[in-house]
């Protein structure tokens, strides 16, 4: 069992920043990947961005591509988003997750998720 929980959150203004933590405890983070989705009211979850396990390999949706950034420190079992020129569509909550598996969009492919963390940007 893996268990994520996220951190970092809140309420910022539309151009602002926020940088969210994902700390995973339980079975090894080892070859691991990590992604952050996040979910609107009345809307899908949808896939924002992952990290294979070495970091070599970054994937973004592009609704946040030069805006977002994912981080990992695998010796802190460790992953962060940085959030950059914040929009007010970015308001979701934000999760991550967790899978041993190449594929990183989808999140049926995804094994563990953390309880999320509200993200409201404000115009």
């Known amino acids: 069992q893996v268990q994520l929980v996220e951190s970092g959150g809140g309420l910022v203004q539309a151009g602002g920043s926020l940088r969210l933590s994902c700390a995973a405890s339980?079975?090894?983070?080892?070859?691991?990947?990590m992604g952050w989705f996040r979910q609107a009211p009345g809307k899908e979850r949808e896939f924002v961005a992952a990290?294979?396990?070495?970091?070599?390999?970054?994937n973004y949706a592009d609704s946040v591509k030069g805006r977002f950034t994912i981080s990992r420190d695998n010796a802190k079992n460790t992953v962060y988003l940085q959030m950059n020129s914040l929009k007010p569509e970015d308001t979701a909550v934000y999760y991550c997750a967790l899978n041993y598996d190449s594929d990183y969009v989808r999140p049926e492919a995804y094994d563990y998720w953390g309880q999320g963390t509200q993200v409201t940007v404000s115009s």
């Open positions: 990290s294979s396990w070495r970091g070599g390999s970054t």
């Open positions: 339980g079975r090894t983070f080892f070859s691991s990947t």
